[in-house]
């Protein structure tokens, strides 16, 4: 019997999810060889991909990702009902129309939005390509329309995300959630000797990097004992466009490079604070970051700053501070918890006995209920 459900992805990590969708049913149409990061069954699926061992995609990977797309949709209209595309809807958005009129049901686990990083000041880009990604913008915009307009439903990982869309077509909310399984089983490895601050994720401006070298300045000055912090993630990109991290040149700041996730995890399990700068932009409120929910499925209290989704989930789950984004205000926050153990322990707490909710399983929930119904309806 063929399997009803179609899976595209042009995500390097489509992997992450595919243990929670019904497999056994669906061929897959991967840009890249699948790298498993948790048990996954695929020996009843087809799976398609388009590049071998790439380790690292482009634009023009996409582009021709979706090209292959368009020439094997003749077959795919014949073969399948159900459609799932795990994908930003820019590249195959001609497709939806002719979707649509053969009366295929489609689904979207939408990513970020990154048609919005024209709107985003921030964005380290050189001067013409900030110029054309404005000049694009209503390109972006008109794609992002159409492919997702033809949707049955939307998974959309933010709020953002979801009100940009809701206008649009059905929508249901299913953030990233967080890997409490993986990380509960790591052990705790301390990445200096002195207790330290942690943050993890890419340098960029519109996350706060530089506001966090102030506040750990200040933190410094007013802290009489040893601390230090630990930054993993950063390439030469990021600091070529970042002039303001040539300040990082300090005895008291680890700059680790980016790690594999589970080393990164074992390091963010000794911290003593974990923190998550990032300014209040666009980019901020529409992006899903990793951060939040690995904090607190570590257990590690922490320092973010009011810009997005995951200040509402600290405030919720009373894990840590939430602040403003200004240098001062940031090390407030971190003095604060430094220096009183009794809220230091009550956020420890909190992350202890409330972390279940923001396990991925749970908040991906929607997408897991909803495809494995789709395909009950092929039986």
Not at 205 to 219: H, P, Q, Y
Not at 314 to 325: H, I, K, P
């Amino acid at each position: 019997m063929r399997n009803p459900l179609f899976i595209f992805s042009y995500y390097e990590d489509i992997w992450l999810d595919l243990d929670l969708l019904p497999v056994k049913r669906a061929d897959i149409m991967t840009i890249v060889t699948p790298q498993l990061t948790r048990p996954v069954d695929l020996s009843h699926s087809r799976v398609w991909t388009t590049f071998g061992n790439v380790k690292r995609t482009n634009v023009w990977h996409k582009i021709a990702h979706s090209l292959k797309f368009y020439l094997l949709l003749p077959v795919l209209l014949f073969r399948y009902p159900f459609f799932l595309f795990i994908a930003p809807p820019y590249f195959h958005f001609l497709a939806m129309p002719v979707l649509w009129a053969f009366r295929k049901e489609v689904y979207t686990i939408a990513g970020d939005p990154y048609s919005e990083i024209s709107k985003e000041q921030l964005w380290q880009a050189s001067p013409g390509r900030k110029l054309l990604r404005k000049i694009l913008y209503p390109a972006y915009l008109s794609t992002e329309y159409i492919g997702i307009k033809f949707n049955r439903k939307v998974f959309a990982v933010t709020k953002y995300v979801y009100n940009k869309y809701l206008p649009w077509t059905r929508v249901e909310l299913a953030r990233n959630g967080g890997p409490l399984e993986k990380i509960d089983k790591l052990p705790v490895t301390r990445a200096t000797k002195e207790p330290y601050l942690f943050y993890v994720g890419g340098l960029v401006k519109w996350r706060g990097i530089d506001l966090l070298l102030k506040a750990f300045s200040i933190v410094k000055e007013r802290y009489a004992k040893p601390l230090k912090l630990v930054i993993v993630g950063g390439t030469k990109e990021e600091f070529d466009n970042y002039p303001e991290l040539k300040k990082m040149d300090n005895k008291d700041i680890v700059i680790t490079g980016w790690l594999p996730p589970e080393k990164a995890w074992s390091y963010l399990k000794g911290a003593k604070i974990a923190v998550m700068p990032n300014r209040d932009t666009i980019l901020s409120r529409a992006i899903s970051s990793a951060k939040v929910f690995e904090y607190i499925s570590a257990e590690i209290p922490q320092v973010c700053t009011d810009s997005g989704d995951h200040a509402e989930l600290v405030r919720m789950l009373d894990v840590g501070m939430v602040t403003g984004e200004q240098p001062r205000q940031i090390a407030e926050a971190i003095l604060s918890l430094l220096n009183n153990p009794k809220q230091y322990a009550a956020f420890r707490k909190n992350c202890r006995e409330r972390k279940h909710k923001i396990d991925r399983k749970v908040l991906r929930e929607p997408i897991r209920r909803t495809m494995h119904a789709v395909v009950r309806k092929h039986d």
